[in-house]
């Protein structure tokens, strides 16, 4: 019967644990989805902006020097900057993808502590059936 209350009582344990963690992650879970759509939408309007403000810059400086010897330099020049720019941006997306925290931090810091939380709870089970196995033989 106590053997049984035991068993019982670190079942209740373990799926008190793990409901818990679960819980942690489904709000971490929310918490990425809620901020990645709030991201994917100020990008996409900030993509969409800068894209006309880029055609209508374009539009300007190719209008500006077309009746000159220079359009085709402008032109050049233009594409030039865009590259660079360009460029420039994908190299931030990676380094923003690469150096960023890792989702679901919280979840995986609780789990590893559990991991080692349970570990020295048996090293010290162990530790202990040693004693009492020495203690038999003496």
């Known amino acids: 019967m106590g053997i049984r209350k035991s068993l019982i009582g670190v079942a209740a344990g373990v799926v008190g644990l793990i409901g818990t963690r679960l819980e942690l992650l489904g709000l971490e879970a929310a918490n990425e989805k809620a901020r990645l759509l709030r991201l994917l939408g100020m990008s996409f309007a900030a993509l969409l902006f800068l894209t006309l403000a880029v055609l209508v810059f374009s539009v300007l400086v190719s209008v500006y020097f077309w009746p000159t010897e220079n359009r085709y330099v402008a032109l050049g020049l233009l594409a030039a900057v865009y590259g660079i720019l360009g460029?420039?941006?994908?190299?931030?997306?990676?380094?923003?993808?690469?150096?960023?925290?890792?989702?679901?931090?919280?979840?995986?810091?609780e789990l590893q502590r559990d991991a080692e939380l349970l570990s020295r709870i048996r090293g010290a089970a162990e530790h202990d059936d040693e004693r009492r196995a020495q203690a038999r033989e003496y």
């Open 87 to 109: 460029v420039i941006m994908l190299a931030a997306v990676r380094r923003s993808l690469v150096y960023d925290p890792v989702p679901f931090a919280a979840t995986l810091s």
